[in-house]
């Protein structure tokens, strides 16, 4: 079954420090993953986007990276602030037919002063 | 421009009644999205419309639910009749094929 398991589920951190979240897929034939924010209230906003063939891709203070053969990719936030506090997901998308997006639960990030 | 647009943004309803949300997708996109988020199952893919046709409707709860495209700038989610379980965030997306999905702001349904 095509899964996308995220950790932690939630995250607490100080303003200025780095962070970290994990997401590992199941999801075959693979066709790339991405990061979504979605901050309370919102819809999702595609962060990075990356293929079989990207190990990294950086927007700004966020960095993706993607190990295809274990099937693992994190993404890192550096030198946090407040408005970093919202939901980070993790979505793969599969080869073949329109591409159909799975989506992982999410890793709720808080940022505190 | 100004993004996918979704009505209500809120809607609270007692069960049984009818339930219709409505999106506008962005100008040019030929395929829409329709998703539910909820805490317990998070994104789940309800329907997906390609040049106003339905591809893919495997998500689609039950005969309770039903969604339409009679053009490329609307698009309907109804239910019919609503029950409490149905209580949930619900997106709309589109996108043009290849490229990147884009999220509406939701509507939040509340079933009592």
């Known amino acids: 079954k095509n899964q996308v398991e995220q950790s932690p589920q939630s995250l607490i951190i100080l303003e200025g420090k780095n962070c970290t979240l994990q997401?590992?897929?199941?999801?075959?034939?693979?066709?790339?993953l991405r990061w979504y924010k979605q901050d309370t209230g919102r819809g999702p906003v595609s962060l990075t986007i990356?293929?079989?063939?990207?190990n990294t891709k950086s927007n700004g203070r966020y960095t993706a990276t993607l190990d295809a053969d274990t099937k693992q990719s994190s993404l890192h936030i550096t030198a946090s602030q407040l408005s970093d506090s919202a939901s980070y997901i993790c979505?793969?998308?599969?080869?073949?037919?329109?591409?159909?997006?799975?989506f992982g639960a999410g890793t709720r990030l808080a940022v505190h002063p | 421009d100004a993004g996918v647009i979704q009505s209500p943004r809120h809607e609270v309803t007692e069960m049984g009644q009818e339930v219709t949300l409505r999106c506008k997708p962005i100008?040019?996109?030929?395929?829409l999205f329709w998703y539910r988020q909820t805490m317990m199952r998070g994104l789940e893919l309800l329907i997906y419309?390609?040049?106003?046709?339905?591809?893919?409707d495997s998500g689609m709860p039950e005969d309770r639910f039903s969604a339409k495209m009679p053009n490329a700038s609307f698009s309907t989610l109804k239910i019919q009749p609503s029950e409490p379980r149905d209580s949930a965030v619900y997106f709309c997306?589109?996108?043009?094929?290849?490229?990147?999905?884009?999220f509406g702001p939701g509507t939040r349904l509340t079933v009592t």
């Open positions: 997401c590992n897929y199941t999801v075959s034939p693979f066709s790339n």
């Open positions: 997306a589109s996108r043009l094929t290849g490229y990147e999905q884009y």
């Open positions: 990356m293929t079989f063939s990207e």
């Open positions: 419309f390609n040049n106003n046709v339905p591809i893919d």
């Open positions: 979505v793969v998308s599969g080869a073949g037919g329109y591409n159909k997006l799975i």
């Open positions: 100008s040019g996109h030929n395929s």
